[in-house]
């Protein structure tokens, strides 16, 4: 049959629709996807494209179309062959652009003569780099109930809260919403990008009239799934400058006073999320569907036609036909394509590699990304990178921090290739080298007020990790580990990689309202796959938790805080040492938050009555609190009262017998 997309399209008005834009407007994965269009990209080993079609599906969408330009054959060809080419609901199509440069363009080619876009109800518009696994009804239901109540709503985002470390959020594509604290209107969007810094956000103050509540968010995740109402494309048209969704349209709407349209954002409470939006998100997303965190979509339910993965222990994940020497170790978060062969000594952790590929012996690969049909020779170490299909690393080859190694390439033996480097192969077979500052400001949708800051597009790349300091609002890149010092030993990386992790999962507990068993559950299994121990667990759970005590709402919002989540402390501490450590912790917590000392007293007394710690053991760390610094002596002597209170009930207890 011919492929879809090259016939007449038909729309049926009462279709629930979506358009995938499948084509990315950047150079992000730049020299990879000179070759391939990102939304065939392999993600776990399957097309980026799958897990966007999927989660369409299982949202009852009916038609999708999928809108490209670049690359549109491999797209045509790849739909014909897919499961997708037979489907009726939804029933998959193409629509091809000559000239589709920018979003702005593919919304307008919505908008011609004999229309596909629904008139009569709303559509969805999202890219095709997407992995979800909600439900979009409810989304939708309250996209028309808002429409009822006001008629001016044309589109409604879905945004999803998360802490400003999270890592599921695109490093240097940060935006600042403003949105009415009742309704949840948007009054305004900036980018929020780490550099050049913002001291402030200037908008029309009139915005703000008649709304009793206003809440600023620099923390949220957007995904770009939008609900739209027939007229968005007419709008792009009208506006022919419009490029980009959030910094053109959603701005151009809401600064508009002739335009007259609102625009509302939905906050998703449960499920996954996020955008392989760069190579840190492409790592970031990898991680979250190994560990199990967009379920459904996992590994062994086999996304593709005659897979056959089998999940392990540590998370590890093997296909049919996979052949391992006996001395390989695949240590946890591992994913093997089938028809792989693996040498002798071989290391593996953190890490997928295709089908047909074959491993070396002696071989170390942490953090890395290798397609089909790829060879790596012995004794060559891969980390943090990308290694497309058909390449080559010859034998001892170092392949490092944020490396994009395109097809075909075949990397030198003994080469240590400098972080960020970008290798292809070019028109006549030799090797070419790419490297961030090359790419910088080259975006197609980069305008005279969108400039890239070069900055921002490093932190696009895999390793580039930010922290965040409370203490100084202020958020800082990761150094460089080939610049550090060696003080964190062998086990420096894997420590970083357990901390994300174990942030993560806390964040998930504490944001979609776990239960302290399942919270308990995920960290067990954290714990066993990344081989750490208990205390490695507290000194993550301790801050975690405190931190989500309010300041200003104290001592009630300590008691609900150690009500809720005390029993996982609990849980995580087993007898006086344990106890003693978590002590010291918590100190250690109370020194960098001088403001909450006066409340410790407290916190202890409630971890007390919860039998999390025991007098002896709030007695025994008391005494072995140093008066030095200052901020010791005031833990010291906040705490003495209940010290006292603690060995006077002891004295009583011992007068009664």
Same mark, same amino acid.
């Given at each position: 049959?011919? %492929?879809?997309?090259s016939?007449? @399209?038909?729309q049926?008005?009462?279709?629930?629709?979506?358009?995938?834009i499948?084509?990315? #407007?950047?150079?992000?994965?730049?020299?990879?996807?000179?070759s391939?269009?990102r939304?065939?990209?392999?993600?776990?080993?399957?097309?980026?494209?799958?897990?966007?079609?999927? #989660?369409?599906?299982m949202?009852?969408?009916?038609?999708?179309?999928?809108v490209c330009h670049?690359?549109?054959?491999?797209?045509?060809d790849?739909?014909a062959?897919? *499961?997708?080419?037979?489907s009726?609901v %939804?029933?998959?199509d193409?629509i091809?652009?000559?000239?589709m440069f920018? #979003?702005?363009?593919?919304?307008?080619e919505?908008?011609?003569?004999?229309?596909?876009?629904p008139?009569?109800?709303?559509?969805?518009?999202?890219?095709g780099?997407?992995?979800?696994?909600?439900d979009?009804?409810?989304?939708?239901e309250?996209?028309?109930?808002?429409?009822?109540a006001?008629? $001016?709503?044309?589109?409604?985002?879905?945004?999803k809260?998360?802490s400003?470390?999270?890592?599921?959020?695109?490093?240097?594509?940060?935006s600042?919403?403003?949105l009415?604290?009742?309704? $949840?209107?948007?009054?305004?969007?900036?980018?929020a990008?780490?550099?050049?810094?913002? &001291? #402030?956000?200037?908008?029309?103050?009139e915005r703000?009239?008649?709304r009793?509540?206003?809440?600023?968010?620099? +923390?949220?995740? +957007?995904?770009?799934?939008?609900?739209c109402? %027939?007229?968005?494309?007419?709008?792009?048209?009208?506006?022919?400058?419009?490029?980009?969704s959030?910094?053109d349209?959603?701005?151009?709407?809401?600064?508009?006073?002739?335009?007259?349209?609102?625009?509302?954002?939905y906050f998703?409470?449960?499920?996954?999320?996020?955008?392989?939006?760069?190579?840190?998100?492409?790592d970031?997303?990898?991680k979250?569907?190994i560990?199990?965190? &967009?379920?459904?979509?996992?590994?062994?339910?086999n996304?593709?036609?005659?897979?056959?993965?089998?999940?392990?222990?540590?998370?590890?994940?093997?296909?049919?036909?996979?052949?391992?020497?006996i001395?390989t170790?695949?240590?946890?978060n591992?994913?093997?394509? %089938?028809?792989?062969i693996?040498?002798?000594?071989?290391?593996?952790?953190?890490?997928?590699?295709g089908? $047909?590929?074959?491993i070396?012996?002696?071989?170390t690969?942490?953090?890395?990304?290798?397609?089909?049909?790829?060879?790596? !020779?012995?004794?060559? /170490?891969?980390?943090?990178?990308i290694?497309?299909?058909?390449?080559?690393?010859?034998e001892q080859?170092?392949v490092?921090?944020?490396c994009?190694?395109?097809? $075909?390439?075949?990397?030198?033996?003994?080469?240590?290739?400098e972080?960020?480097?970008?290798?292809?192969?070019?028109?006549?077979?030799?090797?070419?080298?790419?490297?961030?500052?090359?790419? &910088?400001g080259? +975006?197609?949708?980069?305008? &005279?007020?969108? +400039?890239? =800051?070069?900055?921002?597009?490093?932190?696009?790349?895999i390793?580039e990790t930010?922290?965040?300091?409370?203490?100084?609002?202020?958020?800082?890149e990761?150094?460089?580990?080939?610049?550090e010092?060696?003080?964190?030993? !062998?086990?420096?990386?894997a420590?970083?990689?357990?901390?994300?992790?174990?942030?993560?999962?806390?964040?998930?507990?504490f944001? !979609?309202?776990? /239960?302290? =068993?399942?919270?308990?559950l !995920?960290?067990?299994?954290?714990k066993?796959?990344? =081989?750490?121990?208990?205390?490695?667990?507290?000194?993550?759970?301790?801050?975690a @938790?405190?931190?989500?005590?309010?300041?200003?709402?104290?001592?009630?919002?300590?008691?609900?805080?150690?009500?809720?989540?005390?029993p996982?402390?609990?849980?995580?501490?087993?007898?006086?040492?344990?106890?003693?450590?978590?002590?010291r912790?918590?100190?250690?917590?109370?020194?960098?938050?001088?403001?909450?000392?006066?409340h410790?007293? *407290?916190?202890?007394?409630?971890?007390?009555?919860?039998?999390v710690?025991?007098?002896?053991?709030?007695i025994?760390?008391h005494?072995?609190?140093?008066?030095?610094p200052?901020?010791?002596?005031?833990?010291?002597?906040a705490?003495a009262p209940?010290?006292t209170?603690?060995?006077?009930?002891?004295?009583?207890s011992?007068?009664?017998?």
């Open positions: 049959m011919p %492929p879809k997309g016939g007449k @399209i038909e049926k008005q009462d279709e629930l629709t979506a358009f995938v499948a084509d990315s #407007f950047n150079e992000r994965f730049q020299p990879i996807t000179s391939i269009p939304c065939l990209m392999p993600l776990a080993n399957v097309p980026l494209i799958e897990y966007t079609l999927e #989660f369409l599906a949202s009852g969408v009916e038609k999708i179309y999928l670049a690359h549109a054959q491999a797209i045509r790849y739909i062959r897919s *499961r997708w080419a037979d009726v %939804p029933a998959v193409i091809v652009s000559k000239s920018c #979003f702005g363009d593919a919304m307008r919505l908008d011609v003569p004999g229309n596909i876009v008139q009569t109800r709303e559509f969805i518009v999202l890219h780099d997407v992995v979800a696994n909600f979009l009804s409810n989304i939708i309250q996209h028309k109930r808002r429409r009822q006001d008629p $001016n709503t044309i589109m409604t985002m879905v945004l809260k998360a400003i470390s999270h890592r599921t959020r695109t490093h240097g594509e940060e600042l919403f403003i009415d604290g009742k309704t $949840n209107e948007c009054i305004h969007w900036e980018s990008t780490l550099y050049p810094a913002k &001291a #402030f956000a200037a908008f029309d103050t703000l009239e008649k009793s509540e206003v809440a600023i968010y620099n +923390d949220l995740i +957007d995904v770009q799934i939008d609900i109402q %027939p007229d968005v494309p007419a709008l792009y048209t009208e506006n022919f400058d419009w490029r980009e959030r910094r349209f959603v701005r151009g709407v809401l600064e508009s006073e002739l335009i007259g349209k609102t625009i509302y954002g998703l409470e449960e499920g996954y999320a996020a955008r392989v939006a760069s190579p840190q998100m492409y970031s997303v990898a979250d569907i560990g199990r965190w &967009a379920y459904p979509l996992v590994i062994e339910n996304l593709m036609a005659g897979d056959a993965y089998k999940h392990g222990r540590s998370h590890v994940y093997k296909a049919n036909g996979v052949k391992l020497a001395t170790e695949l240590k946890q591992v994913v093997i394509g %089938p028809g792989t693996i040498g002798d000594k071989t290391v593996v952790s953190n890490s997928v590699v089908k $047909n590929c074959r070396g012996s002696g071989v690969i942490r953090n890395a990304y290798i397609w089909d049909n790829s060879v790596v !020779e012995d004794g060559c /170490t891969l980390d943090r990178c290694v497309a299909d058909h390449a080559r690393i010859q080859a170092v490092g921090r944020g994009l190694i395109a097809q $075909n390439v075949v990397v030198p033996a003994k080469l240590m290739l972080k960020n480097t970008r290798m292809a192969m070019d028109a006549d077979g030799n090797l070419s080298y790419l490297r961030d500052e090359q790419l &910088a080259s +975006d197609k949708e980069s305008d &005279a007020e969108n +400039d890239e =800051d070069p900055r921002n597009a490093k932190l696009t790349n390793g930010l922290h965040y300091n409370s203490e100084e609002d202020e958020i800082f990761d150094s460089d580990p080939e610049e010092s060696d003080s964190e030993g !062998e086990g420096g990386a420590d970083n990689d357990f901390v994300r992790e174990a942030e993560a999962t806390l964040h998930r507990a944001s !979609e309202d776990h /239960t302290v =068993d399942i919270a308990f !995920e960290l067990s299994t954290l066993m796959s990344m =081989d750490v121990s208990f205390q490695d667990i507290r000194k993550v759970l301790v801050p @938790i405190f931190n989500q005590m309010d300041a200003s709402n104290m001592p009630k919002s300590a008691a609900d805080v150690i009500k809720r989540w005390g996982l402390i609990n849980k995580c501490t087993h007898g006086g040492q344990d106890q003693l450590d978590l002590l912790l918590i100190e250690e917590f109370f020194s960098s938050h001088e403001d909450m000392i006066k410790m007293s *407290r916190i202890l007394h409630l971890l007390y009555d919860q039998d710690l025991s007098e002896e053991a709030i025994r760390w005494r072995g609190v140093s008066d030095i200052a901020v010791r002596s005031k833990i010291k002597e705490c209940l010290v209170w603690l060995e006077e009930a002891e004295e009583d011992e007068d009664d017998e």
